[in-house]
């Protein structure tokens, strides 16, 4: 393999916890078996085409930081070229098996639709042989229905149905090319799918226009026979003040409404929980409860800041929680760790992408051996059991089985003179258990 745009770094592999080599794994070892699959197979990590490839440092308040040799051709199919080689290059460096992609993170809107996904099929055609090079896989494909000005009152939630139409039409087309490239997901990020003000906003019809949108969405992936599940990502704001696609909870509503349980699960990523208020474990355990969970992105936000600062992962405690209950549903399915997550702007370096990445695996990675061994020792789990002892005993399954109403209930206490006695959570013994594992 040449490295044209990584050079002078070898292929990154795993060297073990005492490793003094800053490019190397501690903990994420791909051959390592845990819980029954290969750590490669249990974790599925992506690169993101956008945050890692596309992005050079730009913020709201500052240019490009770090301009990057593979986005520098002048020609926009130059450019798609050499980024989706630099993307599998870093892909390879890493050991990474995956990618995602927005339709524009591969080439720019020009204009018309047809120019424009005619220019995307072109590049395309590029990524598709790299990935039979490279055999990296898509985790998901994404169109951005965010970035143009067209879409600045939103897209399925737009008050001019022409751009609703626009929306579809970019939608079908990236969910054709996501088909056609074996994706193992479509994703749905509804970024601007929510309101700036009340005042100019008819909420009950924008909730119908989203409904509608997912429903053609399922019903072309149906029509097409895309095998693939279609995620759609929860996030509470940012860019509008308030996102139809809240959390977990806002999305299931959605789906229930829509009638779409079943055809849609949910792209959890972390720094979107914790702005939403939650756990990022809240939000994978709530997804898990209601048969939703699909895939992750993983990053993490910041305490003091309250935007979506996509800092790559790094607290395994964080993750052994969620691995946790992932491992407790039968594991990913065909979800994955995609890293939405991008450097800071000071870290101008090629190479910092590298870091980045191999940190944030190490991360992921030591989650998850923490989250095996928590689950082979079983004390938790026991104790969790024992907790709820109770509902499996006569009274509890009375209840659960529904044929005990009010009256019935008072009858109980009164004969039985039930005078139930509280008992210790036992939080802290348990925070000190999960503390050894990690
Ligand atoms: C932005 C979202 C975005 C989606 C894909 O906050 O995380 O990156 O993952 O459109
Ligand atoms: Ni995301
Ligand atoms: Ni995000």
Not at 73 to 83: F, I, K, M, S, T
Not at 205 to 210: C, N
Request: hydrophobic share 40%; charged share 25%; aromatic share 10%.
């Amino acid at each position: 393999m040449s490295r044209p745009w990584f050079p002078d770094v070898e292929p990154i592999v795993y060297r073990g916890p005492q490793s003094e080599t800053p490019l190397a794994f501690r903990w994420y070892d791909p051959d390592r078996v845990v819980c029954g699959r290969r750590m490669e197979e249990q974790i599925r990590f992506a690169v993101a085409f956008w945050h890692s490839l596309a992005w050079e440092g730009s913020d709201v308040f500052g240019a490009a930081s770090f301009p990057r040799s593979w986005n520098s051709a002048a020609d926009p199919l130059a450019v798609a070229r050499d980024r989706i080689d630099a993307g599998f290059e870093l892909c390879e460096t890493l050991g990474i098996p995956f990618f995602c992609f927005h339709d524009r993170d591969v080439t720019p809107d020009v204009g018309s639709l047809s120019e424009t996904n005619a220019l995307l099929d072109r590049a395309l055609e590029h990524l598709e042989r790299g990935m039979e090079r490279s055999g990296r896989r898509l985790l998901w494909g994404t169109a951005n229905l965010f970035g143009h000005p067209r879409y600045a009152a939103g897209a399925a939630t737009n008050p001019d149905p022409e751009v609703f139409a626009f929306a579809a039409a970019q939608v079908k087309h990236c969910l054709e090319a996501t088909h056609r490239l074996g994706g193992a997901n479509y994703v749905l990020w509804g970024g601007r799918e929510g309101y700036e003000t009340l005042l100019h906003t008819d909420l009950r019809r924008e909730l119908d226009q989203l409904g509608r949108f997912l429903v053609l969405v399922v019903e072309h992936k149906h029509r097409i026979g895309f095998p693939g599940t279609l995620l759609v990502e929860p996030k509470p704001f940012e860019p509008t003040k308030h996102q139809y696609d809240f959390d977990a909870a806002a999305v299931l509503a959605l789906l229930q409404r829509y009638d779409l349980v079943g055809e849609v699960a949910l792209n959890i990523e972390v720094n979107h929980a914790t702005l939403a208020g939650h756990d990022f474990t809240h939000e994978i355990a709530y997804a898990v409860a209601n048969g939703i969970f699909g895939s992750i992105d993983a990053n993490r936000g910041d305490p003091r800041l309250g935007w979506d600062t996509d800092q790559f992962p790094d607290d395994p405690l964080e993750w052994a929680l969620a691995w946790r209950e992932i491992l407790g549903a039968g594991g990913m399915g065909t979800g994955g760790c995609n890293f939405d997550a991008k450097l800071r702007r000071q870290s101008v370096d090629p190479v910092d992408l590298l870091h980045a990445h191999v940190g944030g695996m190490d991360a992921i990675a030591r989650g998850l051996l923490a989250a095996e061994a928590l689950m082979a020792d079983g004390t938790l789990d026991r104790a969790v059991a024992e907790r709820y002892a109770g509902w499996e005993g006569e009274l509890g399954r009375s209840i659960r089985a529904g044929g005990l109403g009010l009256p019935d209930l008072e009858r109980i206490v009164l004969e039985r003179r039930l005078s139930p006695q509280p008992r210790s959570g036992g939080q802290e013994r348990l925070e000190n258990l999960v503390r050894r594992f990690v």
